[in-house]
């Protein structure tokens, strides 16, 4: 059973930073492309980030691009977005997503909770 | 950066009644769509890949069809949990996008 927890949300005022985490309690996390996919308030959902199985390719929506970071630590079974210079359009739920393959180019098998990120001063 | 667009925006169905939902994307994609079903307050859940693959554990009522530009996805005979908000996605090629989303909601 794939169950992915999400933390590390809140409220943090714009320009700053924020890390979230995505712990795997399933099997398999080292053999699968993760993902970030946020949806704003009422909004629909938006893909922000992937990163292959072995975090050796990494890929970006251009909203986020130079600002944030995805990784992940194999040997925690964790996947991590790191979110810098934060602005009040990146509030959103932030679900971490596990793929269906080793790399970008897949649907999206499980997904987190989610975690609640709100960009306020 | 494909462009994927869902209509209708909104359906106002009965239980028992047939749903169409359809999604075009604005290249082809060959059959690298996905549709996904979110309830209010929950995470995605997904229904279909690969155009027409029902996901394992979804009603056999769910059904995706198509390819290239233009997709749909059937619900054959509505029921009460069904009312939701479908979204479609493309994971042909990066930025991976998805559909505006379709709301089935409650005659």
């Known amino acids: 059973q794939v169950q992915l927890v999400e933390s590390g949300g809140g409220v943090v005022q714009p320009g700053r930073s924020l890390r979230l985490s995505c712990a795997d309690s399933?099997?398999?996390?080292?053999?699968?492309?993760m993902h970030w996919v946020r949806q704003a308030p009422g909004k629909g959902l938006e893909w922000v980030a992937a990163i292959s199985y072995d975090g050796s390719n990494k890929y970006y929506a251009d909203s986020v691009k130079g600002r944030i970071t995805i990784s992940r630590d194999n040997s925690k079974n964790t996947l991590y977005l790191q979110m810098n210079s934060l602005r009040a359009e990146d509030t959103a739920v932030y679900y971490c997503?596990?793929?269906?393959?080793?790399?970008?180019?897949?649907?999206?098998?499980?997904w987190g909770q989610g975690t609640l990120v709100t960009v306020s001063s | 950066d494909i462009q994927m667009t869902q209509s209708p925006s909104s359906v106002s169905a009965s239980v028992g009644d047939r749903v169409t939902i359809t999604c075009r994307a604005s290249q082809s994609i060959s059959s690298y769509l996905n549709w996904y079903q979110q309830k209010p307050g929950k995470a995605p859940k997904v229904l279909i890949h690969a155009a027409s693959s029902l996901q394992s554990g979804v009603p056999s009522r769910f059904s995706g069809s198509g390819s290239g530009t233009d997709f749909t996805l059937i619900i054959s005979s509505l029921q009460p949990e069904d009312f939701a908000i479908y979204y479609c996605?493309?994971?042909?090629?990066?930025?991976?996008?998805f559909g505006g989303g379709t709301k089935v909601e409650i005659k």
């Open positions: 996605q493309q994971s042909y090629s990066i930025p991976l996008t």
């Open positions: 997503a596990k793929g269906r393959s080793s790399s970008w180019a897949t649907y999206f098998q499980h």
């Open positions: 399933g099997f398999s996390f080292s053999t699968y492309g």
